[in-house]
């Protein structure tokens, strides 16, 4: 009987692990000074949002009573910085229910010229991922960014309208990292998002696990993964919304 009840035991705990699998991610900040940081938003050395000068679109939603736009957040840590490895990173955003149809996305350089600047359509609410044409220079390795997402609440852009901000540092990876993109040959994979996570790279952690999520809806470790993920930066309130396709 003994050797049939360790068996047991054994038997369930196994499907107990199947059935609810530990978490696939762990994400380690990296262990260096992030920028400082204002009410509003992130900032440093007291850079601010300013909207472009040029004849922007016009938004056509309206205004709307039930918008909630204090609710719209960057898919980032605390302190609303993250690492990339890569020229072209994914920048994520939890779009609210809002009248606006319009946003404006911009990318800086840290001294606050202007490397990148586009107006964004939105269509309803949701996590919505951003991403620089190849048409532009990528960011620089050893360089640091600000990317500001606003949206177009009224007829024009303001300064005051509803955006967040982030910063994003383009570094090299460390040879342990270089080893597991070249064990997955830079496909996609839980094991590749948790290296990211594990070295700190906030951008292609969550990149990865967005791009594993939209590809697999229906696996659980995957789902559980992301909300991981996002519960380690204070973001699990917004775990399970849905991901926006960005209209033409």
Same mark, same amino acid.
């Given at each position: 009987?003994?050797?049939?009840?360790?068996?047991?035991? #054994?038997?369930?705990?196994?499907?107990?692990?199947?059935?609810?699998?530990?978490? =696939?991610?762990?994400?380690?900040?990296?262990?260096?000074?992030?920028?400082?940081?204002?009410?509003?938003? =992130?900032?440093?050395?007291?850079?601010?949002?300013?909207?472009?000068?040029?004849?922007?679109?016009?938004?056509?939603?309206?205004?709307?009573?039930?918008?909630?736009?204090?609710?719209?957040? =960057?898919?980032?840590?605390?302190?609303?910085?993250?690492?990339?490895?890569?020229?072209?990173?994914?920048?994520?955003?939890?779009?609210?229910?809002?009248?606006?149809?319009?946003?404006?996305?911009?990318?800086?350089?840290?001294?606050?010229?202007?490397?990148?600047?586009?107006?964004?359509?939105?269509?309803?609410?949701?996590?919505?991922?951003? /991403?620089?044409? /190849?048409?532009?220079?990528?960011?620089?390795?050893?360089?640091?960014?600000?990317?500001?997402?606003?949206?177009?609440?009224?007829? +024009?852009? +303001?300064?005051?309208?509803?955006?967040?901000?982030?910063?994003?540092?383009?570094?090299?990876?460390?040879?342990? #990292?270089?080893?597991?993109?070249?064990?997955?040959?830079?496909?996609?994979? #839980?094991?590749?998002?948790?290296?990211?996570? +594990?070295?700190?790279?906030?951008?292609?952690?969550?990149?990865?696990?967005?791009?594993?999520?939209?590809?697999?809806?229906?696996?659980?470790?995957?789902?559980?993964?992301?909300?991981?993920?996002?519960?380690?930066?204070? #973001?699990?309130?917004?775990?399970?919304?849905?991901?926006?396709?960005?209209?033409?």
């Amino acid at each position: 009987m003994l050797p049939r009840l360790i068996l047991s035991t #054994l038997t369930i705990g196994l499907i107990s692990r199947l059935s609810f699998p530990a978490a =696939a991610i762990t994400f380690i900040p990296p262990n260096e000074e992030p920028p400082r940081q204002t009410q509003g938003g =992130a900032s440093r050395g007291d850079v601010t949002f300013i909207p472009p000068t040029d004849d922007p679109p016009v938004n056509t939603g309206g205004a709307g009573s039930r918008d909630t736009t204090s609710d719209l957040r =960057a898919l980032l840590p605390t302190d609303h910085y993250g690492q990339t490895t890569q020229a072209y990173p994914s920048f994520f955003v939890y779009v609210p229910r809002t009248s606006a149809r319009l946003a404006f996305f911009s990318v800086l350089t840290e001294d606050g010229e202007h490397h990148y600047q586009g107006y964004v359509p939105i269509a309803e609410m949701g996590v919505m991922r951003l /991403e620089l044409p /190849e048409t532009i220079p990528g960011l620089e390795t050893g360089q640091t960014y600000q990317w500001h997402f606003a949206l177009v609440t009224e007829e +024009r852009l +303001r300064p005051d309208s509803p955006r967040v901000s982030g910063w994003v540092r383009r570094v090299s990876p460390d040879e342990e #990292l270089k080893a597991v993109v070249g064990q997955t040959k830079g496909r996609r994979s #839980l094991p590749l998002a948790n290296a990211y996570g +594990r070295q700190g790279i906030w951008y292609d952690a969550l990149s990865t696990l967005a791009d594993l999520r939209q590809n697999r809806p229906d696996a659980s470790v995957v789902s559980q993964s992301w909300d991981d993920l996002l519960d380690q930066v204070g #973001l699990a309130a917004i775990a399970n919304e849905p991901f926006l396709d960005v209209p033409d």
